[in-house]
């Protein structure tokens, strides 16, 4: 349960950084802690206790395994995490270049 | 049968040999996109009279897994209906980028991310697993985060970065909620899950689940409480992007999303359906509010999209079969008359360099072409007859007044005289008046843009025909009547699983 409560703690420090910070670096941040959280929430709850690994073979019967699904599902959300902080990064760069500044309070051209 | 991959295949496949052949030869890129997205609206056509001869949803087995292990492709009438919309908009939106995006360097990127955004929107359509439709759902989020920094100018670099943070932020709600609904019910295939889940009887975990999918989805849609990106991505995209944007983005991943998963899998309750009426409201009131203070085009439109969008929210959540078939109905429409706006706002900035109304003005002799389309889609928008969109918000308004909720009526007839102001304010400020000096020598735009433009305009004239009881039966009906039937769903794919 504890474990539970933590990757909790960690999702909302994701989410506070993403919030009320100001530095677009530091948002960004804020957005990969809350997709480690995710993922270790999926791996979490695939977990049993004194469960072995996923794997078949033919001269043991298997009574607890750790549930193979959400690591495949965690893996995959790897992936598309670094797509999303890859294009995340490469626009904070090309921001910083216009605005010479990474201060979102700063960066804004837009109104309304 | 054996077409329901092609619809994701063949624009990946596009994307791919885009960017690997395109530099070569000039014109491949502006053919291959085209012709693809012409081919894959010939499919959707194939696919939707297909399935009405056969009534029963058809199911593409990947690799031959059956449903609870493997990943199905499932199409049934909502989705052909939604893949008609999309690869239909996506083909008028091809044509009309040959010649706009000219003015832009890197057109092959453009039509790179632009294929990758189409067949990530098939894919949220016709996947029938739920984890498969998040990552179809990523894969056309990315792209649209992408094409709305196309430009790399300052304000549009700014827009991309806002709507991406929020974009990122929905998607691991979605991922969040996903997880919790793995962990309550050891299963990921939505025909399965609606059955497991009514199993279990009523149980507060689905509901957190689904509080965590009208954030993720909700963000996506631009419902008002989550609508702070839209205003500025929209504006920020090209034009041929922001009217894929406005008209069909946000509804196969928004909205198709949210009916699919809550009316089929986790089966609609009255508070639920009180939420949507109350966003679809506020949308409608908020958004026209906005609207009507914009001086930018594409804001104004952007806004004005915020507003129509409440139209179909607040259908969906009266949940009788006249409020879903009027909302359905309004999707169709709205894509097709915002389209066409987005698409004249563009042929204006083609024009005059410009998309500020107060710097317009008297435009009508010089553009006639655009003008008269643009007349066509601001009055379907705003609901005159014998326009589309009049027959949809009627049906709309009517539901609401038979199902006795006479306040949220009122409100839809508020939001759409809100609309018909606005839209006058565009008209006379971009094509009437005295024409200002700087625009002496504007010219009509080329005529690959001038055909998309009429095409759209027609349907928009013709729309209101889907009324009539032939044409409904094989297009609005059947999909209307998957959301009515709400649960049996699941019974209905495991029936066409099982005769096999």
Not at chain 2, 290 to 313: C, E, H, N
Request: with cysteine; aromatic share 12%.
């Amino acid at each position: 349960m504890m474990t539970y409560f933590l990757c909790l703690v960690l999702f909302c420090v994701g989410l506070y950084a993403i919030v009320r910070k100001r530095n677009i670096i530091k948002i960004i941040i804020g957005i990969v802690i809350c997709e480690y959280a995710v993922n270790l929430f999926l791996v979490l709850f695939a977990y049993k206790i004194n469960g072995r690994s996923p794997l078949y073979s033919p001269d043991q019967e298997i009574t607890t395994m750790a549930d193979p699904l959400p690591q495949a599902l965690a893996l995959t959300s790897i992936v598309i995490g670094l797509a999303t902080t890859a294009l995340l990064v490469g626009m904070a760069i090309r921001l910083y270049e216009k605005y010479g500044t990474f201060d979102i309070t700063k960066i804004n051209h837009l109104k309304g | 049968m054996k077409l329901i991959p092609l619809f994701v295949i063949l624009p990946l496949a596009a994307a791919f040999l885009i960017s690997l052949l395109g530099k070569q030869k000039r014109f491949f890129c502006d053919i291959a996109s085209a012709s693809i997205t012409f081919i894959l609206f010939v499919i959707s056509l194939a696919t939707i009279f297909n399935i009405n001869s056969q009534i029963l949803p058809m199911i593409y087995k990947v690799g031959g897994w059956l449903p609870p292990m493997g990943l199905p492709l499932v199409v049934d009438n909502l989705t052909a209906f939604m893949l008609l919309i999309v690869n239909f908009i996506a083909f008028i939106v091809s044509l009309y980028s040959i010649n706009y995006m000219e003015k832009f360097t890197a057109k092959l990127k453009f039509y790179t991310l632009f294929l990758l955004m189409l067949g990530g929107m098939n894919g949220v359509l016709i996947s029938g697993d739920i984890f498969n439709l998040y990552v179809f759902f990523e894969l056309a989020s990315i792209a649209s985060y992408a094409l709305v920094a196309y430009g790399n100018k300052a304000e549009e670099l700014e827009a991309a970065f806002k709507y991406m943070a929020m974009g990122a932020v929905g998607s691991l709600f979605i991922l969040l909620g996903i997880a919790f609904l793995y962990s309550n019910a050891s299963t990921l295939n939505m025909a399965d899950l609606s059955q497991v889940l009514s199993a279990q009887g009523t149980n507060k975990a689905v509901t957190f689940v689904g509080i965590l999918f009208i954030l993720g989805f909700g963000i996506k849609t631009a419902i008002v409480p989550f609508h702070a990106w839209l205003a500025d991505a929209y504006p920020a995209a090209p034009a041929p992007i922001s009217a894929m944007l406005a008209g069909v983005v946000t509804k196969s991943l928004g909205i198709y999303s949210i009916v699919r998963i809550f009316f089929n899998i986790f089966g609609v309750n009255p508070s639920f359906l009180n939420l949507l009426m109350f966003l679809g409201a506020l949308s409608i009131i908020v958004g026209g509010l906005l609207a009507l203070g914009q001086t930018d085009t594409k804001r104004m439109f952007a806004y004005s999209s915020i507003s129509q969008v409440g139209y179909i929210i607040l259908g969906l959540g009266i949940g009788t079969p006249l409020g879903i078939l009027g909302a359905l109905f309004h999707l169709f429409n709205h894509s097709m008359f915002k389209s066409l706006l987005f698409l004249n706002s563009g042929a204006i900035e083609y024009a005059t360099g410009t998309r500020n109304l107060e710097k317009l003005g008297g435009l009508r002799e010089k553009m006639p072409v655009t003008a008269n389309t643009s007349l066509i889609a601001s009055m379907a928008v705003s609901g005159i007859p014998p326009f589309n969109g009049f027959f949809s918000k009627l049906l709309i308004i009517f539901a609401c007044i038979k199902s006795n909720h006479i306040g949220y009526g009122i409100w839809a007839i508020v939001g759409s005289v809100l609309t018909i102001s606005y839209f006058m304010k565009f008209q006379k400020n971009a094509f009437f008046g005295p024409l200002p000096k700087e625009l002496k020598d504007a010219k009509e735009v080329p005529f690959l843009m001038q055909a998309s433009m009429i095409i759209l305009s027609i349907v928009c004239l013709l729309g209101g025909m889907v009324m009539l009881p032939k044409i409904s039966n094989y297009f609005t009906e059947p999909a209307k009547t998957v959301l009515v039937q709400g649960k049996d769903y699941s019974n209905l794919i495991f029936k066409v699983l099982n005769e096999k």
